[in-house]
């Protein structure tokens, strides 16, 4: 099983905590589009014929794009790679460009899944955010999306940011218990974000740790209020609604990333392609126009990491315990080898039993080894 | 014997001793122009580096006066308080002394311990005012300051500048004419005095000697009277720039013995050579064991190097024999070295010359000074690690170290430096104006209290006008106590000291702060304590963390943050555990400058 990662690198405007790769030029749209599609073509070998359960398209905006253009990377896909049967295709979407002609030219495509980013439900929340969308957008979205029969809806939160309190985290929450997929994200300062700058200036204060906690405790016993499964740190959803895509990156699954700055892997290595769109799709205009099609000076384009099992175990720890089914055993056992486990159970012992449950198949962690995983994760690896 | 001149250079760092004897060697052609490297007396990069000279060194030069050929033995001296006995030593093995001040500075007290040496062992003083072409030069000022130090007249007073070469033909007509000859027996039994040794890797130890009595020849068989030992003269020969091997040395020169000595130990500092067959039935007078005063635990950062740590302190023992070493092992640190030292510079040319010489990482714990304690069955015990420390119902007192120190300054600084020794326990002794504005203050203080931060302060409240010598002077009763530190319950033995009870208060708050600032917040909360006994006399928390993992992990995430985990697991693995609580190497080390 295997997914497709599709990178739309623009943003008219680039949100304070934001350090992903996007360009607020979008002149280059139809030439960008043009070499995803050449990209896609190029690549379609990287996942070795494994099945495709999933494609994503992220940003950036991707609904800076039309839906037909969409859908025109769709059929890409479909022409060249197996396919499964419930495929899951999920667009990123922010609530401005959610109009109800938007939505309605969407339902006509084979997306079937909307994520879309709220953030907060409070305007000046926004403005501290850099988010381009009003509260009143966001919630017209979320009812657009819905009579247009997109059931299977995500909607992102943010927490731990300056400027909101508990009681508006609560307000947010409420806003979306009905909805099937919940990700709230507490704030990464990034150190080459707006925001951060803006805290180290002191134009903003950040958010005390305790409140943060409080406001992370809230939200664990509103999901189970509302019957969310806490399947992974920050993703919450009712039962069968997980985000398969994502899921995909937590259990080793190989990924395909197409576009400027996306990731891709395939348990040998990992690939990065370069962040700059100019860059990108000059390279594969003059990889077009040379006389054969073989990827010469492929390096120009994206850096690779060739993956040690070393590395690749210390990856599947650090993502698998995340998540709510933890490592498997069996897993471990048969990619990575019997020294492998030995060494998971040794490194067990220097950590809190409360942290953890070891069953015969799996490790995964307690309601309070979650809120440590990296700390646990870094002791177990290799 | 009528043409030899021995004599040593007295001065302050700084104030031109090395550039003084480098235009000596100029010109007496010693060195030729093209070989000339500044300060050609000064080996060691360290010493180069520092200003200072840490080991002795000896030269001879070969001068022309009036048709006579004169032999001048320059014999080098450390110019640090750390070192005074080789100093007095090599003053031993002179006549004369060249006292060497700077003409814009003044005396300092260092210069003054070293001349009331000198002239205690006999030697004739040419003062000498360097730096004369610096316009900040005073040399009124600081030549009334030589006349009320030796008596002399004002035109004694030699001036010149080493820098420029003004004025050293006239040190060299005053070695050759105010510094008497050597006297001594050429036909007595051999007596020879030890004022230095160095290591030869490929020769073994190498003596430098003072021939006071009688001669030595090539292939003698000599004994060395302190340790009683017995050798085959290999080599013997004099000091120029490199050495140069003789058949024979008489009575007054300076020289050096090669005999196949494998180690440092066996060659003492202040011991007297003579021969086997009709030995000298004295040995010259002022041989003193030296004996480390100052203490600390050298451990290796990664474990794994100790044993490699033994072979470079091994290594650094062979030049250096007031080192002492012996194994220690310490629940927080593992296994490494409990190190006697003469000083706290002395500490810090070791660590310096581990990390330099053999690429050693080391922590290096809280010094202490050797206690002596009186338990009630009747016992005294040397002290020098808090470890060693018998249960408080065992002890019936304690005893410490204090020391005489001078110090030199310019009246401006005296109240800030009265306090500051004061602080430090301090006992005035004298209070001598100079002149007018520059004061010799003497105090006695407890040598703990000088190893720790003694220096610095008295730098930061002087504004660096303040010179320091002292001297150990003998061990006085002590209220004692042993500082632990405890995280979450469980003591930490390299950061226990032992301190004067009246500081432990104030000292123990300063050290939780401290490690508070130190230790990384970790799953849980950490308690550190610091206690006498079982008396808790302060306590910090650190609080713990309450949450760590990343918002997000996705596809793009995944390399970087593996990434950073590792970087956080091998950083761990650098981090020493105390109990259940991980303390980073950077918590022994900082305790060491507390204020």
């Known amino acids: 099983m295997a997914g497709i990662y599709i990178h739309i690198p623009f943003c008219l405007q680039k949100c304070s905590y934001c350090n992903f790769y996007s360009e607020s030029d979008i002149s280059l749209k139809d030439k960008l589009i043009n070499t995803l599609l050449t990209e896609i073509k190029l690549r379609a070998s990287y996942l070795n014929n494994e099945t495709v359960r999933t494609i994503y398209f992220g940003g950036g905006t991707p609904t800076l794009l039309l839906p037909n253009e969409i859908q025109q990377m769709i059929d890409a896909v479909f022409s060249l790679f197996q396919l499964s049967d419930e495929i899951e295709i999920t667009l990123e979407a922010n609530p401005n460009n959610l109009t109800e002609e938007y939505i309605k030219q969407l339902s006509a495509t084979a997306i079937n899944r909307l994520s879309i980013g709220i953030q907060s439900f409070y305007d000046n929340d926004l403005q501290t955010l850099g988010r381009i969308h009003t509260a009143k957008q966001a919630e017209e979205s979320i009812l657009l999306a819905q009579k247009y029969h997109f059931n299977n809806l995500s909607i992102d939160l943010m927490y731990g940011f300056p400027g909101l309190t508990l009681e508006k985290w609560k307000y947010n929450l409420n806003k979306i218990k009905n909805i099937q997929h919940i990700s709230c994200y507490q704030l990464t300062l990034e150190k080459k974000s707006l925001l951060y700058q803006k805290i180290k200036n002191g134009i903003l204060l950040s958010t005390p740790e305790d409140e943060i906690i409080e406001q992370y405790h809230y939200l664990i016993s509103f999901a189970k209020k509302h019957h969310f499964i806490h399947y992974e740190t920050s993703n919450f959803c009712q039962e069968n609604f997980e985000s398969k895509h994502n899921t995909s990156y937590w259990q080793d699954a190989l990924y395909l990333g197409i576009g400027p700055s996306a990731h891709s892997y395939n348990r040998e290595s990992r690939q990065w392609n370069i962040s700059d769109n100019k860059a990108y799709i000059t390279f594969f205009e003059n990889l077009l126009s040379s006389e054969d099609y073989d990827l010469k000076g492929e390096n120009v384009v994206f850096e690779k990491e060739i993956l040690t099992t070393d590395m690749r175990f210390n990856e599947y720890i650090m993502t698998s315990l995340r998540t709510i089914w933890g490592c498997s055993l069996d897993y471990i056992q048969q990619h990575f080898g019997k020294s492998y486990l030995k060494h998971l159970r040794q490194q067990l012992s220097n950590i809190q039993p409360d942290f953890y449950i070891l069953s015969p198949s799996s490790l995964r962690l307690t309601e309070k080894g979650n809120l440590f995983a990296d700390y646990i994760a870094a002791s177990l690896f290799v | ?595």
């Open chain 2, 1 to 595: 014997m009528q043409h030899i001149r021995n004599f040593c250079i007295i001065a302050h760092i700084d104030h031109g001793k090395s550039t003084l004897a480098d235009r000596l060697l100029q010109q007496t052609n010693t060195v030729k122009e093209r070989e000339f490297q500044n300060q050609v007396l000064d080996s060691m990069d360290l010493e180069r580096e520092k200003g200072i000279t840490i080991k002795s060194h000896a030269v001879q030069m070969q001068y022309e006066q009036a048709g006579k050929q004169y032999t001048l033995n320059l014999i080098d001296t450390p110019g640090h308080v750390d070192f005074s006995y080789e100093v007095s030593r090599s003053i031993a093995a002179c006549e004369g002394a060249l006292l060497v001040v700077d003409a814009t500075q003044g005396i300092q007290a260092q210069t003054i311990s070293n001349l009331y040496l000198a002239i205690e062992n006999d030697l004739d003083i040419i003062p000498v005012l360097n730096k004369m072409d610096m316009p900040s030069a005073e040399p009124e000022e600081v030549s009334e300051q030589i006349i009320d130090l030796l008596g002399c007249d004002k035109e004694d007073i030699l001036q010149v500048s080493a820098k420029t070469g003004e004025g050293i033909e006239n040190v060299l007509n005053a070695i050759i004419h105010k510094i008497r000859p050597p006297e001594g027996d050429e036909n007595a039994p051999l007596q020879a005095l030890i004022f230095d040794s160095f290591f030869n890797p490929f020769r073994g130890i190498i003596a430098y000697f003072r021939i006071m009595n009688g001669q030595i020849h090539k292939d003698d068989f000599v004994k060395f009277i302190a340790t009683g030992k017995e050798y085959h003269a290999d080599e013997i020969g004099i000091l120029s720039l490199s050495r140069e091997p003789r058949n024979t040395l008489k009575a007054g020169n300076v020289g050096y013995i090669i005999s196949g000595i494998k180690t440092a130990k066996e060659v003492k500092v202040g011991d007297t050579i003579t021969h086997v067959e009709r030995p000298s039935k004295e040995s010259i007078e002022g041989f003193k064991e030296i004996k480390p005063m100052v203490f600390a635990g050298i451990y290796p950062v990664d474990a794994d190097d100790y044993e490699e740590l033994r072979s470079s302190l091994e290594k650094l023992q062979l030049n250096d024999a007031s080192l002492s070493y012996e194994p220690e092992s310490s629940m927080a640190l593992g296994f490494g070295f409990r190190c006697g030292f003469l000083g706290l510079l002395h500490m810090e040319i070791i660590q310096e010359r581990l990390d330099r010489e053999f690429n050693m990482d080391v922590i290096t714990t809280v010094p202490n000074v050797s206690y002596k304690i009186y338990t009630t069955k009747k016992e005294v015990l040397d002290v020098h690690n808090p470890s060693g420390m018998p249960p408080l119902n065992l002890i019936e007192r304690i005893e410490e170290p204090y020391i005489i120190a001078q110090i030199i300054t310019k009246t401006e600084y005296i109240g800030a430096i009265m306090k500051l020794c004061l602080d430090k326990r301090g006992m005035l002794k004298s209070q001598i104006y100079l002149t007018s504005n520059r004061i010799e203050i003497t105090f006695e203080l407890p040598l703990g209290e000088i190893v720790f931060d003694f220096y610095d302060k008295l730098k930061s409240c002087s504004k660096g006008y303040a010179s320091f010598d002292y001297h150990i002077n003998d061990y006085k009763p002590s209220k004692l106590a042993k500082l632990d530190i405890l995280l979450n319950g469980d003591p930490v033995d390299a950061l226990s000291t032992l301190i004067h009870v009246d500081n432990a208060y104030s000292f123990g708050r300063r050290m939780c702060e401290k490690l508070k600032e130190l230790i990384p917040r970790q799953q849980f909360d950490i308690a550190i304590q610091a206690a006498i006994g079982s008396k808790i006399i302060a306590r910090e928390t650190v609080k713990a963390v309450r949450k760590d993992v990343t918002a997000k992990c996705y596809g793009g995430d995944i390399s970087r943050k593996r990434k950073l985990l590792e970087k956080q697991k091998k950083g761990k693995k650098r981090m020493r555990q105390i109990g259940n609580v991980e303390v980073p190497q950077s918590a022994f080390l900082a305790v060491l400058k507390i204020d």
